[in-house]
């Protein structure tokens, strides 16, 4: 089994800046991609940012030029600088972890961790 902690969320102003951390951790073979997904109320989830093990990154359109997704593959762990925040980034940022068992992709996620930005 895989588990899969974010860190880093809280109450920002807009203009602020963040960092939010993803660690997986238990019994990880090999990570395919690591990703961060977010939902604000009344909203679909929706992507913010995925890097996969090749170092290929894709960005939400929302948030290119503004969040910057980076990972540490000897600590399993992928984090998300945003900066420029906007009241429209409030939501709860949500963590993906796949790895990679034979042909499959198996998904974890982590429980979230709450951004507000506050104008």
């Known amino acids: 089994q895989v588990q899969v902690v974010e860190s880093g969320g809280d109450l920002v102003q807009v203009g602020g800046s963040l960092r939010l951390s993803c660690v997986a951790s238990?019994?990880?073979?090999?990570?395919?991609?690591m990703g961060w997904y977010r939902q604000a109320p009344g909203k679909q989830q929706e992507l913010v940012a995925t890097?996969?093990?090749?170092?290929?990154?894709t960005y939400g359109d929302s948030v290119k030029g503004r969040f910057t997704i980076s990972r540490d593959n000897a600590k399993n762990t992928a984090y998300l600088q945003m900066d420029s925040l906007r009241p429209e980034d409030t939501a709860v940022y949500y963590c993906?972890?796949?790895?990679?068992?034979?042909?499959?992709?198996?998904?974890?996620w982590g429980q979230g961790t709450q951004v507000t930005v506050s104008s």
């Open positions: 993906r972890v796949r790895t990679a068992v034979a042909a499959s992709l198996l998904p974890y």
């Open positions: 238990g019994t990880v073979f090999r990570i395919y991609d």
């Open positions: 890097v996969e093990e090749t170092g290929t990154i």
